[in-house]
């Protein structure tokens, strides 16, 4: 396996995505280095098979809970109907597997997630803190004159100076869902993302975060954030920003220009992501995610099963309890 360092990111070559030695390598490397290009495409089930190979795949407390409750459930019918269109075009009901894409069934409902518009910086389930998440996303067709930017946090957090780094070691982040990331996505698909970033408003994490190897660095409040624990909004914004004009540097930044088969694996935990490309109506660009954590290659990265709200850690089934009694009162008010 031969590492090519590019701009805050690396490219690997020689590598034979099909051997499950060289793959747990290529994993360990991704959590590591954060940002990882390979030039090289598997099938859809072989891109699943590596991440299953990392570690637990990862899907979001609420929407598993969602797709487990029955189809006629109205409150959640939304969902059903948009992971049908999905895994009827994918020919899978496997978790932590999706498309992105414009592509749309016959009566015209998008069978990818994010099918339109350009989309912020963002990183998976945005307000939930766990253990290392990882995501793998493939190009299959139609990528041609589309972008992905990507912007890990390490580089920037060793070189902060002594108050902010004391500053950001001690802030927790507060989510609120304003629906920033994705203005103009399909309005059922928003509300979609809202289960899966941020389902409910009040949930805690740090700022500070690390890799499964230990590398620091920020999850950077991108969207939906309300403020920081114990300081005032007006502050928190000011901060916040503050952050950013450390953070929106060239040198931090690698936007790849896509081509057909090709795959970029991304750490979720200190990375963002985000596509400056606008996907319009008619484009066929189709990607493949995957997403997993690395607790089988890694010692005590198993998935952490809780969210913090108020500083009480609440299991993922209470708190999926709690956002669909929320999903019932917002679908009541819907009715009237």
């Not at 959640?76 to 899978?92: E, G, L, P, Q």
């Not at 920037?156 to 780094?165: G, R, S």
Request: proline fraction near 3%; charge should be negative; aromatic fraction near 8%.
């Amino acid at each position: 396996m031969k590492i090519t360092k590019l701009n805050n990111a690396v490219e690997v070559s020689d590598i034979d995505l099909h051997n499950d030695d060289e793959c747990i390598e290529l994993g360990k490397l991704v959590a590591q280095e954060c940002v990882v290009f390979v030039n090289d495409s598997v099938s859809e089930d072989r891109l699943y098979d590596i991440h299953s190979n990392w570690g637990d795949m990862s899907s979001p407390p609420v929407l598993k809970y969602a797709m487990q409750n029955k189809p006629e459930d109205e409150h959640w019918s939304f969902v059903h109907k948009m992971n049908k269109n999905i895994t009827d075009k994918m020919n899978s009901s496997r978790s932590g597997i999706a498309r992105i894409s414009f592509e749309k069934t016959d009566d015209g409902e998008p069978t990818g997630a994010f099918p339109n518009g350009k989309l912020g910086w963002h990183c998976d389930q945005q307000a939930l803190y766990e253990t290392q998440r990882v995501i793998g996303l493939m190009s299959l067709y139609g990528s041609e004159n589309s972008q992905t930017s990507f912007l890990c946090t390490a580089e920037m957090y060793d070189k902060l100076n002594k108050e902010d780094k004391t500053m950001i070691d001690e802030l927790v982040c507060v989510s609120a869902w304003d629906g920033e990331m994705a203005r103009g996505l399909d309005t059922k698909q928003l509300e979609v993302l809202r289960y899966h970033m941020v389902p409910m408003d009040g949930i805690e994490q740090p700022l500070k975060q690390e890799t499964a190897t230990g590398v620091n660095g920020i999850k950077y409040p991108s969207h939906s954030f309300s403020h920081f624990k114990g300081m005032s909004k007006e502050d928190s914004l000011k901060y916040r920003d503050h952050l950013w004009s450390l953070l929106n540097k060239p040198e931090y930044i690698y936007t790849h220009d896509w081509k057909d088969g090709q795959i970029m694996f991304m750490d979720q935990n200190i990375t963002l992501h985000a596509r400056p490309t606008n996907i319009e109506d008619g484009d066929n660009r189709t990607m493949l995610r995957c997403i997993s954590h690395v607790n089988k290659l890694f010692k005590n990265q198993d998935p952490l099963g809780y969210v913090t709200i108020d500083g009480r850690k609440i299991s993922h089934n209470e708190f999926a309890e709690m956002a669909n009694e929320q999903r019932l009162r917002d679908f009541d008010r819907e009715r009237l």
